[in-house]
């Protein structure tokens, strides 16, 4: 089980709104930044925003995101097919222990 | 074009030995800091290696002791030295670019290399 929780799976049709939450704590989301990536199975990684809130060049407004204390939150308005894929978020986690970086477990969004 | 493509996965026994490698174009992987991550079947990302431009690493504790990451400079390729694989260890893998803004994120990502640890 993931340090960062992420809900497993989110639904929506197309058109509309979804909002994928990413939960952890002090000594990680609370403290670092927290980038997002959208992922097939088997397919290149693509890195959606960066810096908490930051969109890349080339990937479109209609994503979103935010961070709040110890959570983060990506949305995606608009939804098209084409959004289906499992998305992760990504920080650093500074504990003494083990300093690295953790993915959330990653949510799996269905378009319907 | 930022391009980076592995290769050198493969299947092999519990206890091999495998290295993967990553050819990056467009950039200079001495001039960004470099990564390796996994995604065992039906399992989520989860980061392996570092490989920072001044040359210190670090690794995952599930592969500390057994993997090592490396660059060649002139061929612009990561690698990541694998022994004592386990079947645990079974994977796709990718390297990507690590950049940092405010914070650190991995900008660039390859389609992945399949390693299967299997008897």
């Known amino acids: 089980q993931s340090v960062l929780t992420q809900p497993p799976s989110v639904s929506a049709a197309p058109g509309q709104t979804v909002s994928i939450s990413c939960s952890g704590s002090?000594?990680?989301?609370?403290?670092?930044?927290v980038s997002w990536y959208q992922h097939l199975p088997g397919t290149a990684p693509k890195l959606l925003i960066y810096?908490?809130?930051k969109r890349p060049s080339g990937i479109p407004d209609r994503f979103s995101a935010s961070k709040s204390d110890t959570s983060a939150t990506l949305g995606i308005a608009g939804l098209q097919t084409g959004d289906e894929a499992d998305y992760y978020c990504?920080?650093?986690?500074?504990?003494?222990?083990?300093?690295?970086?953790?993915f959330g477990g990653g949510t799996k969004l269905t378009v319907l | 074009e930022v391009q980076l493509v592995e290769s050198g996965g493969g299947l092999v026994q519990p206890g091999a030995s495998l290295r993967l490698s990553c050819a990056a174009s467009?950039?200079?992987?001495?001039?960004?800091?470099m990564t390796w991550v996994r995604q065992a079947p039906g399992k989520g990302l989860e980061w392996v290696s570092v490989?920072?431009?001044?040359?210190?690493?670090d690794y995952a504790d599930s592969v500390k002791g057994r993997f090592t990451i490396s660059r060649h400079e002139s061929k612009n390729t990561l690698y990541l030295e694998m022994k004592g694989l386990r079947p645990d260890d079974t994977a796709i893998y990718y390297c990507?670019?690590?950049?940092?803004?405010?914070?650190?994120?991995?900008?660039?990502w390859g389609q992945g290399t399949r390693v299967t640890v299997s008897s």
């Open positions: 002090n000594s990680n989301i609370g403290r670092n930044y």
């Open positions: 990507s670019r690590g950049r940092t803004a405010m914070g650190y994120y991995f900008e660039s």
């Open positions: 990504l920080t650093w986690d500074s504990s003494l222990s083990t300093p690295n970086w953790l």
């Open positions: 810096d908490n809130n």
């Open positions: 467009g950039f200079r992987v001495n001039a960004d800091y």
């Open positions: 490989l920072y431009t001044d040359n210190n690493r």
